[in-house]
């Protein structure tokens, strides 16, 4: 494919997560990002939504390097599952700041993939990657070490912005790098694939130091116990945490494995500092004064298997919840989990707690950029080309629609979804035919296309039960030779149960009955039969479709 680049987003676009971007050219591919999705509500029984990556497994002895913009699972967390499937070709180099390697290290080590080829990387420092010059630019976001990554080739230079913000005063006192930005524009952007999340947004997202001040006044004015929960790995919100439970004479106590082992990773590399004897062992926590502790916890999303939430619903070994407490959302939703996080608050007010979010107080700052910071971002780069990335639909259109109000041209400014390639040549860009993308679900140890009839199978079961009927018949006229068996779970009818069971076994009788006058043999043919019959009369009579599972036994 000399001569042309191909940028392929395989995830992130249509969506809020799992972002994943191919960048080609000359026939060599770079991979920017590796993220997940965690399931919606209707994806029953899956643990984890990876993007469908069949193109890089065909194409797997072409990827030159694998580009991590930050640590958070939606740019990181299906990389074990890809770096499996690339083991059989050998893995290519993978790249980061230091806490994204380090915290992609202990996600390899989970997994049992020892001495992946990871490599720090500093912003500026350069990369060679085949036709690829590649280089981290500083950006600012809720977790450190987020890097933009700008891809040179001989066509031009394409910058993948990753999740940024232009926050002024960081706390770790570094901003995005404007500068090289300005650069980058000066120099001549070919394409800018730029963060969408927060378009809709208008104006400029808060600072994260902002954020101190209004937890340290929001603790101020709790008697009892705090408990905070947060993103785990926001360690600058981390720190915000404990510099406020310090200033008013409290102690802090980490819940939860994920926050426990970033805050150990971030100790180790400098990116927060707690002063000796200011942490309390989670199995002390219930023998510490309420008035003298602030517990940081996982769960700001209802994940269902978070220290909060198991707080919530009282099944925690070591963290009781009880009135008196304040528990603090420093956190909003990711879209898609508003309905997990309302319950979890809800069981904690039943508990007899008191909430606040960032509804009732400023103690949340987005890491995403608003409006104007998308148009600073765009006009410092003065790309020649704008493809929105990171977002859903809508959040792509206005996106698209702001490049074109800060003179981006129009046909300048492409609208993609997953597995649609651009493709940009010294002729323009245009669209290319569309590859394979979608979606791979984790369902326990299992990884693969869960079939859309497994989950609607799972979507049925869980509404409205499951039949299963057996029926005995004569291996020498086909006809029923036993009272069929009629066996159901989970589906809600009324108390007259036995009634209707007598009803549905005079329903498969009298379809056994009129498959052996059509002398129908196959049992195949005989459970299809059977199936339809009982469904539909289970339908008239009870308005509800339970899956029906039919055995048909010839004696």
Avoid: W
Avoid at 54 to 80: C, F, K, Q
Wanted: hydrophobic share 40%; aromatic share 4%; glycine share 10%.
């Amino acid at each position: 494919m000399s001569g042309a680049l191909r940028v392929l987003p395989l995830g992130g676009l249509g969506e809020i997560g799992k972002n994943m971007t191919v960048v080609e050219y000359d026939g060599r591919i770079v991979v920017v990002d590796t993220g997940l999705m965690f399931p919606t509500p209707d994806q029953l029984g899956i643990d984890l939504v990876l993007p469908d990556f069949s193109y890089l497994r065909e194409r797997a002895e072409d990827i030159e390097a694998i580009v991590l913009t930050h640590g958070h699972e939606d740019h990181v967390g299906a990389l074990p599952f890809v770096l499996r499937e690339m083991g059989q070709v050998g893995v290519p180099n993978i790249y980061g700041g230091p806490l994204t390697v380090a915290m992609v290290r202990s996600k390899l080590d989970e997994h049992r993939l020892k001495d992946m080829p990871l490599y720090e990387v500093a912003p500026g420092e350069p990369i060679d990657a085949g036709p690829f010059a590649i280089e981290m630019v500083k950006m600012a976001h809720s977790i450190p070490d987020s890097l933009a990554v700008a891809l040179s080739c001989e066509l031009g230079t394409t910058l993948v912005t990753g999740d940024y913000k232009f926050d002024q005063t960081p706390v770790d006192g570094v901003p995005a790098d404007v500068a090289r930005l300005a650069e980058l524009g000066r120099e001549g952007l070919l394409l800018l694939c730029g963060d969408s999340t927060n378009v809709t947004r208008p104006g400029i997202a808060e600072s994260e130091s902002s954020v101190g001040p209004h937890l340290e006044q929001a603790f101020s004015q709790c008697d009892g116990r705090i408990i905070v929960t947060c993103f785990a790995s926001n360690i600058h919100r981390v720190q915000q945490v404990v510099e406020a439970a310090a200033a008013l004479g409290r102690k802090a106590s980490l819940v939860g494995r994920s926050m426990r082992k970033n805050v150990n990773i971030g100790s180790s590399l400098g990116h927060i500092e707690i002063p000796e004897g200011m942490l309390v062992p989670v199995r002390e926590i219930e023998d510490f004064p309420d008035h003298k502790l602030v517990v940081i916890s996982t769960g700001s999303q209802g994940e269902p298997l978070s220290a909060l939430r198991r707080m919530a619903h009282g099944d925690h070994p070591q963290v009781e919840l009880h009135e008196g407490d304040t528990v603090i959302f420093s956190a909003t939703p990711i879209p898609g989990n508003e309905r997990s996080v309302n319950e979890t608050i809800d069981r904690i007010y039943h508990l007899g707690a008191d909430v606040i979010t960032p509804r009732e107080a400023p103690i949340h700052a987005t890491g995403h950029g608003c409006a104007e910071e998308l148009k600073l971002m765009i006009n410092l780069t003065k790309p020649r080309y704008v493809l929105p990335v990171h977002g859903d639909y809508r959040r792509l259109r206005v996106h698209a629609e702001l490049a074109e109000s800060v003179g981006v041209d129009r046909d300048d400014i492409f609208r993609g979804e997953n597995g649609l390639p651009l493709e940009i040549d010294e002729r323009g860009a245009r669209f290319a035919e569309p590859e394979q993308a979608g979606m791979i679900f984790v369902d326990g140890v299992d990884v693969g296309d869960i079939e859309d009839v497994a989950l609607r199978d799972r979507r049925m079961l869980s509404a409205d039960g499951i039949f299963i009927v057996v029926a005995t018949i004569s291996e020498q006229d086909g006809r029923s030779v036993a009272p069929p068996e009629i066996i159901f779970r989970g589906v809600p009818f009324a108390e007259d149960a036995d009634g209707l069971i007598e009803e549905i076994r005079e329903a498969v009788d009298d379809s056994l009955a009129r498959s052996a006058e059509e002398e129908i043999r196959e049992i195949s043919l005989l459970q299809d039969h059977l199936h339809d019959d009982v469904a539909t009369f289970v339908y008239e009579r009870l308005k509800r479709r339970p899956m029906v599972l039919p055995v048909v036994v010839e004696v």
